[in-house]
């Protein structure tokens, strides 16, 4: 026998008609410092563990009034965590298997002659039901925590639906204002080329025609001079030099040509000129067949091109020039570089000191395209970009 007792106070309730059993049992659980109650009836029994009168039941399974298996049975209704530990004079195999089908935790026969086996039968149920009950407390705090969980979760996730939506209308509201200002942009865009083109008819009109016709009135008296005077013949060559300047820029303002020709020939013409002008040679490629293009789109091509030269021809200090066309899918890619001494975008104030790249910039975007730029001081500049025809 154990010294110290390790469940005193236990309420062992002890269910039996079978008064002699009972007092051979009690002194030895007084001894061990259990706490003990002896009722002969199944009834009154069951109302002492649904009152929590009791921590274990002793139960026979032969009784007058109402058989051991069914106050399991209904104790495993009213009160089902109290353990049960049957204790029997027969040993009958069967009844014993049913006993514990209905949820007898321990079956201990009658006569006991070794009182430690009781006592090990009352800890192991005991112990049982302990576990059982650390196990019930342990699940509930699991089921406690899952559900503090899943509720900040449902939180978090409300958070989150409220801040996408609140980003999708946000996304919506950017797309317009995007569409708001490439239509703007468009308009600008649109607004100048007109512009230029009025300015460009206006200069030809006026100052282009005035010239022309000077030109030929000193040229007329010229002739009725009959004979070779300088200054007349300085004057005629001063005006004549003019009305190529003039016409020049009245082509560089708005090219008439762009509505006629296609724009690989507006292209081929302005490259003619430029190296005429710049002295800078130019390498020119072209793959694939132009499509039909549409003239806006045609001019605001022949613009970025216009730009690129002029840059070239006014900060490159370079002696080639290549540039590779690329039509396909009803798209074109270009690349135009030079060898000349490049720039250093990393100080911002280079990138932004014009306006002629911000507007080949507006102008890739309106036709729905991308662009790259490379350059380094000493290594030349390349543009390239793709645009949709
Ligand atoms: N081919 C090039 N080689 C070297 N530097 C270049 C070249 N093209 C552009 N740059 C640099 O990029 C800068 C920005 O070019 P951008 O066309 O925007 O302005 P800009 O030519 O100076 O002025 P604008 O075009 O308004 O008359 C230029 O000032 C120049 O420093
Ligand atoms: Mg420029």
């Known amino acids: 026998m154990t010294d110290k007792l390790l469940y005193e106070g236990l309420r062992i309730l002890i269910i039996d008609d079978d008064r002699e059993f009972s007092h051979s049992i009690e002194d030895f659980l007084q001894d061990r410092g259990f706490l003990h109650n002896y009722i002969d009836d199944g009834n009154l029994g069951i109302e002492k563990a649904v009152n929590n009168e ?10 007058p009034k109402m058989s051991g298996i069914k106050v399991i049975r209904e104790m495993k209704l009213k009160a089902p965590e109290i353990p049960i530990i049957i204790v029997s004079g027969t040993i009958d195999i069967k ?16 006569p006991i002659y070794d009182m430690t086996e009781l006592e090990l039968c009352i800890n192991r149920v005991w112990e049982k039901y302990l576990l059982k009950r650390q196990l019930e407390e342990y699940k509930q705090g699991l089921e406690s925590l899952v559900f503090e969980r899943t509720k900040q979760l449902q939180v978090k996730t409300e958070e989150l639906t409220q801040s996408n939506e609140l980003l999708k209308s946000e996304i919506v509201k950017r797309k317009h204002a995007e569409i708001l200002l490439k239509k703007n942009t468009m308009n600008i865009i649109e607004a100048i080329e007109q512009e230029r083109k009025r300015l460009s008819q206006e200069l030809h009109d006026s100052v282009g025609q005035r010239l022309m016709f000077t030109k030929i009135n000193l040229e007329l008296l010229a002739k009725e001079l009959k004979q070779e005077n ?5 004057a005629i060559e001063g005006v004549s030099l003019a009305g190529t300047e003039i016409s020049s820029l009245i082509k560089s303002l708005y090219p008439v040509s762009i509505e006629k020709y296609s724009l690989l020939q507006n292209i081929k013409t302005l490259i003619e000129s430029f190296e005429k002008i710049s002295m800078i040679n130019v390498e020119f490629g072209v793959e694939g067949n132009e499509p039909q293009i549409e003239k806006n789109v045609k001019l605001s091509i022949y613009r970025i091109f216009q730009e690129v030269l002029n840059n070239i021809a006014k900060h490159s200090d370079a002696q080639n020039v290549r540039i590779k066309m690329m039509f396909q899918n009803s798209e074109l890619s270009a690349e135009i570089s030079d060898d000349g001494i490049g720039v250093d975008f990393e100080n911002e104030e280079n990138l932004h000191s014009g306006t002629g790249l911000f507007s080949i910039q507006e102008r890739i975007v309106q036709l729905n395209g991308n662009f790259n730029i490379r350059s380094k001081n000493g290594s030349g500049f390349t543009i390239e970009f793709k645009v949709v025809l």
């Open 54 to 63: 009791c921590d274990v039941v002793l139960l026979d399974l032969k009784m």
């Open 95 to 110: 009844e014993a298997v049913t006993a514990v089908r209905e949820g007898a935790d321990e079956y201990i026969l009658k």
């Open 230 to 234: 300088e200054k007349l013949n300085n």
